[in-house]
């Protein structure tokens, strides 16, 4: 299926030194939308979230939002225009308060946007309220997860890369985070999240990837997964 192009990878590859991770990896995220990059541990999904925010710079291919070129662009010019990354071990500066972290995550981006700020922030998430004076690294694996994602937010996204949200966290943590994200689907924030939970991902996700050795092998909806157990089978050993 053929996605609107607001984001869009056309023929990526990828290396860390001299082994090449991604494979002409063309992918495509609908503004708005909540897309689901999903695939077996290490399939390329981390990566293809770091080459996004040029964590991992890209050898050769197009990456393009809403029709300007990024892929010659560094972390912190893709910051700039928009791109948020919230990375998969958290990274909270633990010796700093809740609100320190999330102060020191603020900024508007280039684009004028300017949505989030501190209130707000806590609004979304109140327990971070709660929290606010209290260090960082005395939080729970579940409150630093909702701390990254709230300081990345605080930076005014348009973009959201999400990589293993789920991950390491209890059942009824993990149900908190859909939430937080399906309310965050209101502000029209387009989410990328790289997943190997499948049912977190079926619960907030409207449109999936399937990355399989470094390359994209299957674009749709996520209600036509759903019903293709052959190819949910195949590439995720469902």
């Known amino acids: 299926m053929k996605l609107n192009n607001y984001l869009c990878l056309h ?33 390329g999904k981390s990566t293809t979230l770091k080459s996004l925010i040029g964590l991992v710079p890209i050898k050769s291919g197009s990456y393009k939002i809403n029709d300007k070129n990024f892929e010659k662009l560094v972390s912190y010019e893709i910051s700039k225009q928009g791109v948020g990354y919230v990375p998969e071990d958290r990274q909270v500066f633990k010796s700093h308060t809740v609100e320190e972290n999330l102060l020191i995550g603020a900024k508007v981006n280039s684009n ?41 937010l605080m930076g005014n996204p348009d973009i959201l890369l999400l990589d293993e949200p789920s991950e390491g966290l209890a059942p009824i943590i993990v149900q908190d985070i859909a ?20 049912r977190f991902c079926f619960a907030i996700a409207d449109n999936v990837a399937l990355i399989d050795k470094g390359t994209i092998v299957y ?20």
């Open 219 to 238: 674009e749709n909806t996520i209600s036509e997964l759903k019903k293709d157990t052959k190819t949910m089978k195949k590439y995720l050993a469902v």
């Open 11 to 43: 023929k990526l590859n990828v290396y860390y030194g001299t082994s090449q991770i991604l494979f002409d990896l063309s992918l495509n995220a609908t503004k708005g939308k909540t897309l689901a990059l999903l695939g077996r541990n290490g399939a």
């Open 112 to 152: 004028k946007k300017d949505m989030f700020h501190l209130n707000e922030i806590y609004n979304f998430f109140p327990l971070l309220k709660e929290l606010k004076g209290r260090d960082a690294g005395l939080l729970s694996g579940g409150e630093q997860q909702m701390l990254s994602i709230a300081r990345t």
């Open 179 to 198: 939430r937080l994200i399906k309310n965050l689907q209101k502000t029209e924030v387009t989410i990328i999240i790289a997943e190997q939970n499948i």
